[in-house]
Structure formats: structure tokens, C-alpha cells
């Protein structure tokens, strides 16, 4: 069965204070790999998607790589405004196009 | 361009009751899906549409009904609602071809079921 796993639940950094989130999944075959951020009380919001070992993809203060089996979302020099929720996802083999999510990690980043 | 849009936004029902949720997009995609979302559970897909005419079930359809009105609407209705389904129900869109996966969400509809 497809998992997704992340990587702290929860973590807290001070303004300034770099670190990374994980996901690590088990699919056959994977199609993709995809980030995106949750405020509170919003949807999902897409960041990247990366589909190959090595791939690496950047937006701003984070930097989303890839490997064989887990992704590591890099957040370098973090402000309160990266605060939010990071999910990460696979497509799911057995529902067409649709993502198989993992729970989450909830980033507060603190001033 | 609004994108994905859910209604109602916030919902109370007693148990038993029964209610839609409505969803449309405007980005002229193909597929679209229902998740809900509960604390320390993720989101969990409930059911999806990969077009026009077509749905299927996905993680968690138990206790759910879907019907694709047209490309555009998407509905999933409790037929009687119970609190097992108290959540945040979000449906999302993507289009067809190299962007399949990429699903962009609606703002989420809170339901509570008493």
C-alpha cells in the first residue's frame, strides 16, 4: 500500500533559524512527488513537484530535493511568514490522478 | 478567477440530517476530487471524478454520494450525516496531461454534525 510519512509533526524555529522537514514514501513506481502549504483555515496551496532522484526545486527561503525513497523540504533563514502547515504527496496508483497526502508538519517560526 | 469554490463554508447538522456540499472551478479542468480533513488523520480522499461522466471511490467514501452535475460542479452529499463526519471536506481540480497531479483546492467547507 502507497504511505506517505512527515517528518517532524511539529517544529519550532526562531526567525533566522534554518532546518529541514522530511517525507519519506513507499509507492511502486512513483509519478511525483509534491510539496504544498497549508495556512490555517485555507486549502492546500501547490509549491513544487519533483519527479526524479537529485531533482532539486526552489522558491524563495525553501528548497524541496529528492531522493530515492524520502524528500527533504530545506528552509533556510525562516521568517514568521513561512509559518504554516508543509504537506507533502504521491499520486496514488489506484485513484486515477488524485494525491495520497502525508499529515503534515506544522512550522511556527517565531520572531 | 476564483478558482475552486466551496459552499457553504460552514455547516451545523444533526445527526441523521441530510445536506450537499457544492463545488465549482472555473479553470476549465478535467478532473476534479473530494478530501476531507481531520486532526492527526491528513487528508483522505473520499471520491474523484478523472472527467466528465465518471466517479469513483476513493479512501473513505463510506456514508458519502457523489454526482458530477458538468465539467464545471462537483457535489458530495451526507445523506445522514453522522459525527464520525465532523471534518473540513475540501474539494480540489487538475487538469488533464502533464499537470494531472498538480490540484489546486477550494478555501474548505467545515461541517459539524451534533
Known amino acids: 500500500e502507497d504511505q506517505v510519512t512527515q517528518s517532524p509533526e511539529a517544529l519550532r524555529l526562531q526567525e533566522g533559524e534554518s532546518s529541514s522537514l522530511n517525507c519519506s514514501y513507499t509507492?511502486?513506481?512513483?509519478?511525483?512527488l509534491f510539496w504544498y502549504r497549508q495556512d490555517p483555515g485555507k486549502g492546500p496551496e501547490f509549491l513544487f513537484t519533483l519527479y526524479s532522484a537529485g531533482e532539486e526545486k526552489e522558491k524563495e527561503r525553501l528548497k524541496a530535493t529528492l531522493t530515492k525513497k524520502e524528500s527533504f523540504l530545506h528552509i533556510t533563514a525562516p521568517k514568521p511568514e513561512d509559518s504554516a502547515t508543509y504537506l507533502c504527496?504521491?499520486?496514488?496508483?489506484?485513484?486515477?490522478?488524485?494525491?495520497?497526502f502525508g499529515k503534515g508538519t506544522t512550522l511556527s517560526v517565531s520572531s | 478567477n476564483a478558482g475552486v469554490t466551496q459552499t457553504p463554508k460552514f455547516q451545523v447538522l444533526k445527526t441523521g440530517q441530510s445536506m450537499t456540499l457544492q463545488c465549482a472551478q472555473d479553470m476549465n479542468h478535467n478532473s476534479m476530487y473530494w478530501y476531507r480533513q481531520d486532526p492527526g488523520m491528513g487528508l483522505r480522499l473520499i471520491y474523484y471524478?478523472?472527467?466528465?461522466?465518471?466517479?469513483d471511490k476513493g479512501e473513505v467514501p463510506n456514508g458519502y454520494n457523489v454526482s458530477r452535475l458538468n465539467k464545471r460542479e462537483f457535489s458530495l452529499r451526507l445523506e445522514s450525516a453522522a459525527p464520525s463526519q465532523t471534518s473540513v471536506y475540501f474539494c480540489?481540480?487538475?487538469?488533464?496531461?502533464?499537470?494531472?497531479?498538480?490540484?489546486?483546492f477550494g478555501a474548505g467547507s467545515r461541517l459539524t454534525v451534533l
Open positions: 504527496a504521491v499520486p496514488a496508483n489506484q485513484a486515477g490522478t488524485a494525491l495520497i
Open positions: 480540489a481540480s487538475s487538469e488533464l496531461g502533464a499537470g494531472a497531479n498538480v490540484l489546486t
Open positions: 471524478s478523472a472527467s466528465e461522466g465518471t466517479t
Open positions: 509507492v511502486s513506481g512513483l509519478r511525483g
